[in-house]
């Protein structure tokens, strides 16, 4: 079992910026891939950003520009620098973690911006 962390959220204004962490504890196998995903409501849970224990990374293209992905291996932390922040960014943010068929969950954290 993995337990997963987030910290950070919270209520910006448009333009603004935020910083997500995600904490990892466990049966953590140094192989593996940390990342965000966000569900707005009504819509689909979807992958903003993820990044490889090797440090390669994968943005969703709405993010771009905008947010960077980067982790701690040594903490099994895994940070999300949010700027630019536009009202279409709001959503709970999930944190992942990913091994093979294995895929685990934080319990999400609220990121709210206004106009």
């Known amino acids: 079992q993995v337990q997963l962390v987030e910290s950070g959220g919270g209520l910006v204004q448009a333009g603004g910026s935020l910083r997500l962490a995600c904490a990892a504890s466990?049966?953590?196998?140094?192989?593996?891939?940390m990342g965000w995903y966000r569900q707005a409501p009504g819509k689909q849970r979807e992958l903003v950003a993820a990044i490889t224990s090797g440090g390669i990374t994968n943005y969703a293209d709405s993010v771009k520009g905008r947010f960077t992905v980067s982790r701690d291996n040594a903490k099994n932390t895994v940070y999300l620098q949010m700027n630019s922040l536009k009202p279409e960014d709001t959503a709970v943010y999930y944190c992942?973690?990913?091994?093979?068929?294995?895929?685990?969950w934080g319990q999400g954290t609220q990121v709210t911006v206004s106009s």
């Open positions: 992942h973690w990913g091994r093979n068929a294995y895929n685990y």
């Open positions: 466990g049966r953590i196998v140094s192989i593996n891939i």
